[in-house]
DNA sequence: CTGGGCACTTGATATGGATCAACAATCCGC
DNA sequence: GCGGATTGTTGATCCATATCAAGTGCCCAG
């Protein structure tokens, strides 16, 4: 169905952490699953019951409607967690963008995590609630300009930006097609605002224009 | 700057209750403050440190662009809690709808409340990522439907179904002006699936076909 | 190196919802 | 109950983005 070509890319691996990564407890450091371009690491309606850490690459939270549309809640690069839900059931599919290395932690029965489920659950909510001032209120550059500051924070803020995704997969992120996507992408180069260093790599020339933008 | 009018409605108060409401531990009971129409719970920016609960009456939770554009995050109705936050500060804005109680439940110090806070914002974290999916992908009859079926079944899912909150609320939750917040809810009852009782107040007739609407 | 298949870009056109503009209904103070 | 203010509805028009349709360039298999 979805056939994704491996990746060319690896991401710099000192993304800003949301909250301390490693040191789950004192458990016994987990081993590192494996998950190829594109394959679903959970999908929606599977039981629920562990945390998962991105060691490497890239991974897309999503949920589709019935006729295939589909929304992409969250992106998660390497050092951010991802997995919970409110019930025993996810809700949510999660798939590697490319090639992947996830540390899953299951919770051990009894064993109370909440203190530090906490912190990771809040942070996701006050993205989510962040995200969806983006997707109410912002138009096309606006959506864009504010994804491109949030990659370029996660990724320690440096000039350079990787992409992990496709087009399709940030037009599903910021609720845009691939055309006006592209089309955004073209008009930040042609105003010098950015410098399209190859399709999933690009430069940040004018950081304070793009903050702008974004509102 | 914003003038609201009296609560007129009060709400069924056997609404849904995502957990647990009352027992915040073994605390005392805290009083309820009240809220008229329209006035602050409290602001983005300010500091945090309570956990408030929804005695009669509705919250908004929202944020604002530098222009003024508004989105609305979340609507609360009696039963429901709401107002934490990733750090020590409020990052959203929460207002009464109309004449509302709230029990507020300060942290004290030195409790560790993750266990009953956890379940909690899992919950508004679900909520938000649904929402975002109605945001990103669906056109304006859905995004209504959606609504609709959502406050109904919060309402415990009867016929009828009061909406405490204005069109432009409405319309500031699903990225839609009242404009066309209004003209969806005429097609509605054009079509027979919904009868508008009053302005606040409308009768599910089609259940099945508004349910199906919000795909 | 060559050819086929994707992912992406670019252009032309269509359209859903925004905007602008009256108008109607409701609420509320007096 | 009256009159002004506020909230909601309806209609006409506009525009941002979707959709449809070529094209281009990149990547991988052979």
Known sequence: ????????????????????????????????????????????????????????????????????????????????????????????????????????????????????????????LTRAQEHLLVLGRQNAIERVAAFLVDMAERQGGLRQVELPMSRMDIGDYLGLTIETVSRVFTRLKDKGVIRLLSLRSIEIVKHDALHCMSE
Chains 1, 2 share one sequence.
């Open 1 to 124: 169905m979805h056939a994704y070509t491996a990746s060319r890319i690896s991401l710099p691996s000192h993304s800003a952490q949301p909250s301390p990564p490693a040191a789950f407890g004192s458990e016994p450091q987990q081993p590192v699953n494996f998950f190829p371009a594109g394959s679903e690491i959970y999908a929606q309606g599977e039981k629920a019951g562990a945390l998962y850490q991105v060691e490497f690459g890239a991974v897309r939270i999503y949920r589709l409607l019935a006729d295939g549309r589909r929304q992409i809640s969250a992106f998660h690069l390497a050092g951010e967690t991802f997995g919970f839900e409110a019930d025993s059931t996810h809700h949510f599919f999660a798939e590697a963008i490319n090639a992947t290395g996830v540390r899953a932690f299951r919770f051990s029965a009894g064993a109370d995590m909440s203190h530090q489920l906490l912190p990771l659950a809040l942070k996701g």
